[in-house]
């Protein structure tokens, strides 16, 4: 009976919006089975378009006035895809969360368009796993893959073209980048997985014809500035040039500088600057903060024209000085539940224990949850503590029932200081509630060692 609803639900989305055929305005729908939130949002730009609350029956609607031919996302819960959206669209979209890309399929006026961008998309996906496998091969041979599945995904858009005879050439640009940009990062990126999947001590030569390439390539298409295809493309390539650049002398200090400098030289779009600017310096902030120094700090501050960002950072910086390293954990109100509070210091008095600070806002509940497990099952001797710092609370969003030991943090909470809302946190405390390490993350794969560092205490 449900189904039987759904579909008649779509059959009269999908007639009105054949009756409004000469209406400008575009229509997006669906069903989302297994929602992680109760609502679906439409970007562009990373600007909020709409917010398209879910029924009971988890369905959607909304016409949208004011679309102009361009590359939007959706977004659910933690995860989003891309969507191609022209005036008079009327899409109606049904995805089960448990796989999302997957189960992801479309339907309605402009439904073939996206299709085919979420087919590009799989096999790109699938593919470069595969491709891992082939940067063994010797320049030419790894070139002939390349070659091989550029004509394989290139013959997709031939026949998507063939039976389309009113394509954009926006939309074809897209599709083209689609098919493009993922083979030549793996280019980007074979110098440096060749050398290290053979054991290599030398730089890697390669010949002047494997890049001839980068002649055409336009680092600033404000178009494909917010396509991930594209800025992976652009992040491989400029690693590439720092890594040449500093003369193969790895990762080190000089080669961050001179990747901050190509990022700030390169990059026009101002857009994709701040971004690229921003996920450098975030990533060494967690990963390698003693390279963040005064000089390198300038460049960023010099050329990141986004205030957000900008204050992200500081945010960041802040929450870290207000809980340093070898200082004693504080104590703050937590919620188990609407009523219920707890001092954290109870909850882990006497305890080696790894505080992590998350959001549903920017993670997945299932990601965490698997994450979560795998520590807590290889080291039962830590307690691992979730806190949630969403701005409302929840219960099905700021908790996760597969794990032990989640909680609230209230509006009032001093825990609210030590965060940042657009990053998770995990702070490492010993039994005697001195903190070994105070800026951490459960994703990093050098979580371990500091969890083992932590016992030693």
């Not at 470069?128 to 997709?156: G, M």
């Not at 940009?181 to 290290?196: I, S, V």
């Not at 650049?245 to 190509?262: A, C, M, Q, V």
């Not at 060494?284 to 963040?292: D, G």
Request: charged share 25%; with cysteine; proline share 3%.
């Amino acid at each position: 009976m449900k189904h039987l609803y759904v579909y008649i639900l779509i059959g009269l989305f999908l007639s009105g919006c054949q009756e409004t055929s000469k209406d400008s305005s575009v229509y997006i729908g669906g069903e989302i089975i297994n929602p992680k939130s109760d609502r679906v949002v439409l970007m562009h730009q990373d600007k909020v378009i709409d917010s398209i609350p879910l029924e009971e029956n988890n369905t959607f609607g909304a016409k949208l006035q004011g679309i102009k031919p361009d590359l939007y996302y959706f977004k659910h819960g933690n995860e989003f895809q891309y969507l191609y959206l022209e005036p008079k669209d009327s899409i109606h979209l049904r995805l089960n969360t448990w796989d999302f890309d997957e189960t992801l399929v479309f339907e309605g006026i402009g439904a073939e368009k996206n299709e085919l961008l979420l087919k590009l998309f799989l096999v790109n996906e699938k593919e470069e796993s595969i491709f891992y496998s082939y940067f063994s091969l010797p320049e030419k041979a790894f070139q002939n893959k390349i070659d091989e599945t550029y004509k394989r995904h290139n013959d997709l858009l031939t026949t998507f073209t063939e039976s389309e005879q009113s394509l954009s050439k926006q939309y074809t640009h897209l599709v083209e980048a689609a098919i493009k940009y993922p083979l030549l990062r793996l280019k980007e990126l074979y110098p440096y997985y060749h050398r290290k999947t053979l054991g290599m001590d030398s730089t890697v030569v390669i010949s002047k014809d494997f890049y001839k390439y980068r002649k055409k390539i336009n680092l600033n298409d404000s178009f494909l500035s917010e396509y991930y295809a594209y800025q992976n493309f652009i992040t491989a390539h400029l690693y590439n040039l720092a890594y040449e650049k500093n003369k193969g002398k790895g990762f080190d200090k000089n080669f961050r500088k001179i990747l901050l400098k190509l990022i700030a030289k390169k990059i026009k779009t101002p857009e994709l600057k701040n971004r690229l600017l921003q996920k450098e310096v975030v990533n060494l902030f967690f990963n390698k903060p003693t390279y963040l120094d005064t000089a390198y700090l300038k460049i960023f501050n010099k050329n990141c024209t986004d205030s957000l960002i900008i204050d992200d950072f500081k945010q960041l910086q802040k929450a870290r000085e207000s809980l340093p390293s070898n200082s004693t954990f504080p104590n703050f109100i937590i919620k188990s539940g609407v009523e219920e509070r707890k001092n954290i210091k109870d909850i882990i008095l006497n305890k080696n224990a790894v505080v992590y600070f998350w959001s549903s806002n920017n993670t997945s509940h299932e990601y965490l949850a698997k994450r979560v497990h795998f520590l807590n099952e290889k080291y039962p001797q830590i307690i691992f503590v979730g806190l949630n710092f969403n701005t409302t609370y929840n219960s099905k969003s700021c908790f996760i029932k597969k794990l032990k030991n989640q909680y609230y943090l209230t509006r009032d909470s001093k825990g609210r200081s030590l965060v940042s809302k657009n990053h998770t946190r995990a702070v490492l405390v010993d039994a005697n509630g001195n903190i070994t390490n105070s800026f951490a993350r459960l994703t990093s794969s050098k979580i371990e060692k500091q969890i083992k560092e932590l016992l030693k205490h």
